[in-house]
């Protein structure tokens, strides 16, 4: 094989399974004198070597670490004074880890909880990255997904049974998607499955994570700042279709007009933050009086688009998963992925929210429109 042609050499390791042998094959290639093709090959094999690598390098990291979490106690003296303290330290290994391989705390944590949950609930999971049919990439969404989920590093045996059960769920509904999808993909599909299979505890989260919306400013070079808002799903959306309206609108006058407008030669982005501006200090002018509620607030208009099919805007499919059928039920909220229904329940049933509903017959299999 050493003396094979390249294109030889990749069109049999491409089905090979990942290890020391196929990466010293690899290294053996010319890089520069590939061709489109073969380039493209080599990449594919480059990345699933990529992935089996970081397998090697997690199963390293349980002897560094340990398979469970250790917490250790020591009783100190407080100073000028005869009184002991008692110090506990969670995961004392994590300390000398992150300072051999030079890391922060919280990462050498999370690659450490990653090591630990690979080689047990999300073994699967550990599988597919060590045969190079999943990136580290895919792997850390299905690790961040099972973290949401309820049991994890409890000691009571009926926790630690019911978390390994919601894993293995997991993993039979994410993994497919992750092994031929996208990381994007693969994100979705596993917001739609926490959805799923642990409807109160994502509603648990979104009431807790609505504590930490905020409205901050990080000041930059050049005279630029960047604006970040912590807002909901929805209403981010919802903000951002705003902005591309009014943007969109800014252009096409500016385009039309008699005199050539500096607008016109605006990129979208300038495009978007201007029209953000606009809309929050009110400096277009337009529409002051009827965008008025009557009690000094302005009227939002925004637009968003959300796909929910009958029986879960009716709630059925609540009703049957209350009986111990079914799984609850979610919808889509385009560009952001999966939403609970009951949350667009809420704004549909919103006295200020403008409603149009659009019948879209689909095919069950498929999901194709038909009507």
């Not at 997991?170 to 990381?183: D, E, I, N, Y």
């Not at 630029?224 to 609108?249: F, G, P, W």
């Amino acid at each position: 094989l050493f003396n094979a042609a390249p294109g030889e050499v990749l069109a049999l390791l491409v089905d090979v399974e990942p290890s020391a042998m196929v990466m010293c094959l690899l290294m053996a290639i010319d890089r520069t004198r590939l061709s489109d093709s073969e380039a493209i090959t080599y990449l594919q094999i480059h990345q699933r070597l990529g992935a089996w690598w970081a397998a090697v390098g997690l199963d390293a990291v349980l002897p560094a670490a340990s398979a469970e979490p250790l917490v250790e106690e020591f009783t100190v003296l407080v100073p000028d004074s005869d009184e002991e303290r008692t110090i506990r330290i969670a995961d004392v290994r994590r300390e000398e880890l992150a300072c051999a391989l030079r890391l922060p705390a919280a990462s050498a944590q999370q690659r450490i909880d990653t090591a630990r949950l690979l080689a047990g609930p999300l073994a699967a999971t550990g599988e597919a990255l060590a045969v190079g049919d999943v990136t580290e990439r895919h792997v850390a969404v299905v690790v961040e997904a099972a973290g949401r989920l309820p049991g994890r590093w409890m000691r009571d045996p009926q926790e630690t049974a019911a978390f390994t059960t919601a894993c293995a769920e997991l993993q039979r509904r994410v993994l497919p998607t992750a092994c031929r999808g996208t990381v994007a993909q693969t994100r979705a599909q596993a917001r739609r499955v926490l959805l799923a299979i642990d409807a109160a505890g994502e509603a648990r989260r979104r009431r807790e994570a609505r504590c930490t919306r905020d409205v901050y400013v990080c000041d930059e070079l050049d005279g630029i700042s960047t604006l970040i808002a912590r807002l909901s799903t929805e209403t981010a959306h919802a903000i951002l279709t705003q902005v591309n309206a009014t943007a969109t609108r800014a252009s096409t006058a500016a385009a039309t007009g008699d005199q050539p407008d500096p607008a016109v030669a605006l990129t979208a982005g300038e495009r978007r933050a201007e029209a953000l501006a606009a809309l929050v200090l009110r400096t277009d002018g337009e529409g002051e009086a009827d965008d008025d509620r009557g009690d000094g607030r302005p009227r939002v208009r925004a637009h968003v688009d959300l796909v929910i099919d009958l029986p879960t805007l009716l709630g059925l499919h609540a009703a049957a998963a209350a009986d111990g059928v079914g799984s609850g039920d979610s919808a889509e909220l385009r560009g952001a992925g999966p939403i609970p229904a009951d949350v667009v329940r809420d704004l549909l049933a919103d006295p200020d929210v403008a409603l149009t509903i659009r019948r879209l017959v689909t095919d069950p299999l498929t999901g194709h429109l038909l009507d």
